[in-house]
T-cell receptor, first 118, second 110 residues
């Protein structure tokens, strides 16, 4: 149980294009989803927290107009990197917290999406 | 002072050894404690999830929480090369506020 998927698992794009990453909770409903960024050999950096049906809360220093987050349903959140540049190349990981039951105060992570911007 | 402190390692042990991973924290409001394992280029995988003080065992893994000392541990018995990964501790207060350690890199040498 508690499986989170991400799509795509990797993407290469040209500078200036936009990339959308999907995060789905497959066997539970998620009140809250999180988006992280991770550079090689570094820890997770929380980018934003999103609750279904409301605007995401972005961490300090994260540009909300560049990293658009949509949490349209209890099982789907999307992160769109707009006008991507090489410095946006990174490993993006989402996570989700179950709405009810055991584990509502923990996070289940997706497998991550590796973004390379040329 | 960071909310959660974790020694980044790296930690290198021979196969079969007992591994001890630790985190300390400063916020007494933390109630939920988690350990994640992250392989290279993968998302973190939840290993152990505990509430409040005490021990929890799952196979070769034991999680220990000492709220009086603000200290949590993860023990791995009979460590295997497949245990080589980065281990992250995490803690939360009710209402979805989470704090992660920086992760400890573990290598188990065959």
């Amino acid at each position: 149980g508690a499986v989170v998927s991400q799509h795509p698992s990797w993407v290469i794009c040209k500078s200036g294009t936009s990339v959308k990453i999907e995060c789905r909770s497959l066997d539970f409903q998620a009140t809250t989803m999180f988006w992280y960024r991770q550079f090689p050999k570094q820890s997770l950096m929380l980018m934003a927290t999103s609750n279904e049906g409301s605007k995401a809360t972005y961490e300090q220093g994260v540009e909300k107009d560049k990293f658009l987050i949509n949490h349209a349903s209890l099982t789907l959140s999307t992160l769109t990197v707009t006008s991507a540049h090489p410095e946006d190349s990174s490993f993006y990981i989402c996570s989700a917290s179950p709405q009810t039951g055991v584990g509502t105060d923990t996070q289940y992570f997706g497998p991550g999406t590796r973004l390379t911007v040329l | 002072q960071k909310e959660v402190e974790q020694d980044p390692g790296p930690l290198s042990v021979p196969e079969g050894a007992i591994v001890s991973l630790n985190c300390t924290y400063s916020n007494s409001a933390f109630q939920y404690f988690m350990w994640y394992r992250q392989y290279s280029r993968k998302g973190p995988e939840l290993l152990m999830y505990t509430y409040s003080s005490g021990n929890k065992e799952d196979g070769r893994f034991t999680a220990q929480v000492d709220k009086s000392s603000k200290y949590i541990s993860l023990f791995i018995r009979d460590s295997q090369p497949s245990d080589s990964a980065t281990y992250l501790c995490a803690m939360s207060v009710p209402g979805n506020q989470f704090y992660f350690g920086t992760g400890t890199s573990l290598t188990v040498i065959p």
